[in-house]
T-cell receptor, first 111, second 114 residues
Framework: GEDVEQSLFLSVREGDSSVINCTYTDSSSTYLYWYKQEPGAGLQLLTYIFSNMDMKQDQRLTVLLNKKDKHLSLRIADTQTGDSAIYFC???????????FGTGTRLQVTL | EPEVTQTPSHQVTQMGQEVILRCVPISNHLYFYWYRQILGQKVEFLVS????????KSEIFDDQFSVERPDGSNFTLKIRSTKLEDSAMYFC????????????FGPGTRLTVT
């Protein structure tokens, strides 16, 4: 079945760039997503990329997709303390509409 | 901006009791989903619903679970006889038909089974 993996924790200094990585196994993935979860809150869609793209930029966020290696990354430029949260990678494969989520990466931003 | 809402935010129930979790999807959305997240674990897909029927369900979604759209606005998840392992955060999501496939999530209901 589909599987999505992420590293569990990342710590960066305020103002630095953060890079959160994700790998997935489903070669039929069509859309890949990044969601943000703040403590006690729901899942906020940050951005997504279609599988025929290799990069998407949206303000401070840059998504890179390496389809050959099934690797997705989220770069947050000029990371702020408000970016501290858990970031989930998710994929939607083929004709199915369900999302398969990764384990989530906890981003800690220090001063 | 329209958003998905869920009630209650926290539900405590005793093992064996029935619970109903409620969701109000975004008004022009036609696909609805339930996911759950056991503490410290991945967000897992439970079920998707379209055109008044289940379109896909996971292994977790057994006979103890059911979904319903009782009226034009609510979407509910019922657990008939709760077990301790049903304790989790339950997220509802919805999306439009066609175009993009973005699923918008509600804030979740934390279910605690004692």
């Amino acid at each position: 079945g589909e599987d999505v993996e992420q590293s569990l924790f990342l710590s960066v200094r305020e103002g630095d760039s953060s890079v959160i990585n994700c790998t997935y196994t489903d070669s039929s993935s069509t859309y890949l997503y990044w969601y943000k979860q703040e403590p006690g809150a729901g899942l906020q869609l940050l951005t997504y990329i279609f599988s025929n793209m290799d990069m998407k930029q949206d303000q401070r966020l840059t998504v890179l997709l390496n389809k050959k290696d099934k690797h997705l990354s989220l770069r947050i430029a000029d990371t702020q303390t408000g970016d501290s949260a858990i970031y989930f990678c998710a994929e939607r494969g083929g004709a199915a509409s369900k999302l398969t989520f990764g384990t989530g990466t906890r981003l800690q931003v220090t001063l | 901006e329209p958003e998905v809402t869920q009630t209650p935010s926290h539900q405590v129930t005793q093992m064996g009791q029935e619970v109903i979790l409620r969701c109000v999807p975004i008004s022009n959305h036609l696909y609805f989903y339930w996911y759950r997240q056991i503490l410290g674990q991945k967000v897992e897909f439970l079920v998707s619903f379209y055109n008044n029927e289940i379109s896909e369900k996971s292994e977790i979604f057994d006979d103890q679970f059911s979904v319903e759209r009782p009226d034009g606005s609510n979407f509910t998840l019922k657990i008939r006889s709760t077990k301790l392992e049903d304790s989790a955060m339950y997220f509802c999501a919805s999306r439009k038909t066609g175009g993009d496939y973005e699923q918008y999530f509600g804030p979740g209901t934390r279910l605690t089974v004692t």
